[in-house]
């Protein structure tokens, strides 16, 4: 990945061999003394400017946690977060007070939090210090966890990947829509081949990220989740209380997510399979997702491929892009070729 991209395809075999890369163990070479099967692993935060962080605090530090959370603990955590985003820097005093009562410490710097922990939790909800916030941690060799977005752009998202890759550190980034149960069972094969998607997700516009990566991330994670890898083009209409975005998939299929800003904020969605059509399960708040990180912290695994990453990101920026065009398709071949250029 030292290289610039030319190309969707080579673009996205370069980011998959990189990415295979970080499921070897020797990943966690930095911590080979630690036992990993019977010594707490301590767990970082950064950013308590989002609900995120007391909902895995609070899984993770329960009195009786589940046996999935066993060993796994939160011990520090920097607050900062956003500073001029307002609906999330005005919740960080509330957040910082709570999050002691699970017997967390605050402290003043990200390299004082490295100096604690063995993982990190970025959960940030500013995608645009994402880059900034994450490299002291890949170059401590910390595995992390990315909150959505990952980045507020695909290009600082390919950073993230480059600098992982070259340090050979685990990061992955999800939304927790991913891991609705039956978007999983899907995924799986268990209803034979999807044959498209609709799927629809609150999208809240924020004028300091690119529309979709705020919050209609949300659908656009559920439709890759069941549809995979390989979109060539996308279009985009948009109105003020809605958004609809198309995809059209290498092998013709089609998948759609409806953005809404107004009536009920809702998850769901049709998935079109070999074997009928199944609806979509609701939000299953953040255990689902819990579990995986933290069978990633242990193992170093990737759940969550850098190609597939990326290529919602620039699923994203396509998006941004039909609108600012007047809804024409636009080809992800022109997004993946503006990230070499840039």
Same mark, same amino acid.
């Given at each position: 990945?030292?290289?610039?991209?030319?190309?969707?395809?080579?673009?996205?075999?370069?980011?998959?061999?990189?990415?295979?890369?970080?499921?070897?163990?020797?990943?966690?070479?930095?911590?080979?003394?630690?036992? *990993?099967?019977?010594?707490?692993?301590?767990?970082?935060?950064?950013?308590?400017?989002?609900?995120?962080?007391?909902?895995?605090?609070?899984?993770?530090?329960?009195?009786?946690?589940?046996?999935?959370?066993?060993?796994?603990?939160?011990?520090? #955590?920097?607050?900062?977060?956003?500073?001029?985003?307002?609906?999330?820097?005005?919740?960080?005093?509330?957040?910082?007070?709570?999050?002691?009562? $699970?017997?967390?410490?605050?402290?003043?710097?990200?390299?004082?939090?490295?100096?604690?922990?063995?993982?990190?939790?970025?959960?940030?909800?500013?995608?645009?210090?994402?880059?900034?916030?994450?490299?002291?941690?890949?170059?401590?060799?910390?595995?992390?966890?990315?909150?959505?977005?990952?980045?507020?752009? *695909?290009?600082?998202?390919?950073?993230?990947?480059?600098? #992982?890759?070259?340090?050979?550190?685990?990061?992955?980034?999800?939304?927790?829509?991913?891991?609705?149960?039956?978007?999983?069972?899907?995924?799986?094969?268990?209803?034979?081949?999807?044959?498209?998607?609709?799927?629809?997700?609150?999208?809240?516009?924020?004028?300091?990220?690119?529309?979709?990566?705020?919050?209609?991330?949300?659908?656009?994670?559920?439709? $890759?989740?069941?549809?995979?890898?390989?979109?060539?083009?996308?279009?985009?209409?948009?109105?003020?209380?809605?958004?609809?975005?198309?995809?059209?998939?290498?092998?013709?299929?089609?998948?759609?997510?409806?953005?809404?800003?107004?009536?009920?904020? *809702?998850?769901?969605?049709?998935?079109?399979?070999?074997?009928?059509?199944?609806?979509?399960?609701?939000?299953?708040? $953040?255990?689902?997702? *819990?579990?995986?990180?933290?069978?990633?912290?242990?193992?170093?695994?990737?759940?969550?491929?850098?190609?597939?990453?990326?290529?919602?990101?620039?699923?994203?920026?396509?998006?941004?892009?039909?609108?600012?065009?007047?809804?024409?398709?636009?080809?992800?071949?022109?997004?993946?070729?503006?990230?070499?250029?840039?």
């Amino acid at each position: 990945m030292q290289e610039k991209l030319l190309n969707r395809s080579s673009f996205i075999r370069n980011v998959t061999l990189a990415g295979a890369a970080f499921s070897l163990p020797s990943i966690f070479s930095s911590v080979t003394a630690r036992n *990993l099967t019977t010594e707490k692993r301590r767990v970082g935060i950064i950013g308590l400017d989002t609900s995120h962080c007391i909902a895995l605090t609070k899984l993770l530090n329960a009195a009786n946690p589940s046996p999935d959370f066993e060993g796994y603990k939160v011990i520090a #955590a920097y607050p900062f977060g956003s500073r001029d985003i307002s609906s999330s820097a005005e919740r960080i005093p509330e957040y910082t007070e709570e999050i002691k009562k $699970y017997g967390v410490e605050i402290v003043p710097s990200i390299d004082e939090l490295l100096k604690r922990v063995d993982d990190v939790l970025l959960l940030t909800n500013d995608g645009r210090i994402h880059l900034e916030q994450v490299t002291p941690v890949i170059k401590a060799g910390k595995p992390v966890y990315i909150n959505k977005p990952m980045a507020a752009s *695909l290009k600082d998202a390919n950073a993230i990947f480059e600098m #992982a890759n070259q340090y050979s550190v685990p990061v992955f980034s999800s939304s927790a829509l991913r891991y609705v149960s039956n978007l999983q069972e899907i995924r799986s094969g268990k209803s034979g081949k999807v044959l498209g998607a609709d799927v629809f997700s609150p999208a809240a516009l924020e004028k300091t990220h690119p529309d979709l990566f705020w919050y209609g991330i949300h659908g656009v994670e559920s439709l $890759y989740t069941v549809m995979g890898t390989g979109c060539r083009e996308v279009v985009r209409i948009h109105t003020d209380g809605t958004d609809m975005t198309v995809g059209t998939w290498d092998d013709g299929r089609i998948g759609a997510v409806r953005g809404t800003r107004t009536g009920k904020h *809702l998850y769901g969605g049709t998935i079109y399979t070999e074997t009928g059509d199944i609806t979509m399960g609701q939000h299953e708040g $953040y255990t689902n997702l *819990l579990k995986v990180i933290t069978n990633f912290f242990t193992t170093g695994v990737i759940p969550v491929s850098a190609a597939e990453t990326l290529e919602i990101m620039a699923f994203m920026e396509a998006a941004d892009l039909s609108k600012q065009k007047g809804g024409v398709p636009v080809k992800m071949e022109v997004i993946f070729s503006q990230l070499q250029t840039s």
